[in-house]
């Protein structure tokens, strides 16, 4: 493993909010792009790439991505970037639209390498004190953990909180999201990500060529994708697919490579669908390790997850459950390939 290098893992914040809407449900998308860039400025980000539809706009950002619904806001950003220093200027942003926080998630990894984090995220401690001094005094119902695996590398951080209203009513969300993060990836495939010496395309085409040339368009074939390729190596990509997002993220450098996806479903999709889905997923990469993190109102969705991860080789090393305000349940589990060819 590599003493320093670009840290892979992301830290992933979500903001619901409510109010009253006035111009036919468009919320928080009435932020306005200059608006949206100084808080990615505070976290030290910019837009790469964007899209959007009916139902949401989504952002593939200089490090990871950003997804903008009416209600709720997704941010999820790698490398050294500052991602909680966003929660005071969307609240603020938001509130000029008359609306309101009610819920907060964020959730991490365990990073590759903590020493380069800055601050607030030199540890989850310190994490978890800042988002709790930009909260607004509503959201009453708060709850941190770590969710422990048998790898302490492979830990799962959660921080959830919610006002009374929306932590009464959890059990309405049929909500399912999967965080799905892959190390010592395939070496043949990771090296698809680099870009070739002397290739002049841009992100765009570039990014366009590496989905294509590794199947990630054929793991949900129905979605449009905003694909990213960056200089000298590395990819993003978002997915649109109705009211649905999902996004790959890819750091192939060997010694420290690191790919995630993250997609959201419901706790009545068929089966099968979400099984293949995260097994298409999964098989793009080849990885020696896996984590998938489960969040919904079902504790039974996990038992899917096994599913999709059985055929690929690999093996169940770690299960943890914990409920948490308004989010619900939060499934863990780490796999393990049986078999790595080198």
């Known amino acids: 493993m590599a003493e320093s290098g670009f840290e892979g893992f992301e830290k992933r914040l979500e903001l619901h909010f409510f109010g009253d809407d006035p111009l ?22 910019t837009v790469v790439s964007a899209v959007g539809n009916h139902f949401f ?7 990871s991505s950003l997804f903008v619904y009416p209600n709720k806001i997704i941010i999820k950003t790698c490398g050294t970037t500052q991602l909680l220093k966003s929660v005071r200027p969307l609240i603020h942003f938001a509130g000029k639209l008359n609306l309101t926080l009610c819920e907060c998630r964020y959730t991490r990894g365990s990073f590759i390498f903590p020493k380069s984090q ?6 989850f401690k310190e994490e978890v004190v800042y988002i709790e001094e930009n909260l607004p005094n509503n959201l009453v119902y708060r709850k941190a953990a ?9 830990s799962w951080h959660v921080f959830t909180a919610a006002d009374q209203n929306h932590h009464l009513r959890r059990n309405l969300n049929s909500d399912v999201t999967f965080e799905v993060c892959m190390t010592e990836l395939d070496r043949h495939l990771a090296r698809k990500f680099f870009k070739k010496t002397g290739d002049c395309k841009t992100g765009d085409l570039a990014g366009r060529e590496m989905t294509e040339l590794t199947g990630i368009d054929d793991i949900n074939p129905s979605a449009f994708i905003c694909d990213f390729a960056f200089d000298p190596c590395g990819y993003s990509m978002n997915g649109v697919d109705g009211d649905r997002y999902s996004t790959i993220h890819v750091t192939p450098e060997d010694g420290y490579s690191y790919a995630s996806f993250e997609c959201v479903g419901s706790v009545y999709d068929d089966d099968v669908d979400i099984v293949e889905t995260l097994k298409k997923a999964v098989q793009v990469f080849k990885p020696a390790s896996v984590s998938i993190s489960t969040t919904s109102n079902s504790c039974e969705v996990w038992t899917k997850v096994a599913r ?17 305000p308004a989010a619900g349940s939060f499934v863990f589990q780490t796999f393990a390939a ?3 060819r080198k």
């Open 308 to 324: 999709a991860m059985e055929p690929l080789g690999l093996k169940c090393r770690t299960f943890a459950i914990d409920e948490f």
């Open 338 to 340: 049986a078999n790595r």
């Open 118 to 123: 800055p601050f607030p995220h030199t540890n």
């Open 24 to 45: 036919k449900n468009m919320g928080l998308r009435l932020i306005d792009f200059e608006s949206l860039e100084q808080v990615l400025h505070a976290v030290h980000c």
């Open 146 to 154: 770590v969710m422990p695996s048998k790898n302490p590398s492979y």
């Open 57 to 63: 706009d989504a952002y593939v950002l200089s490090e």
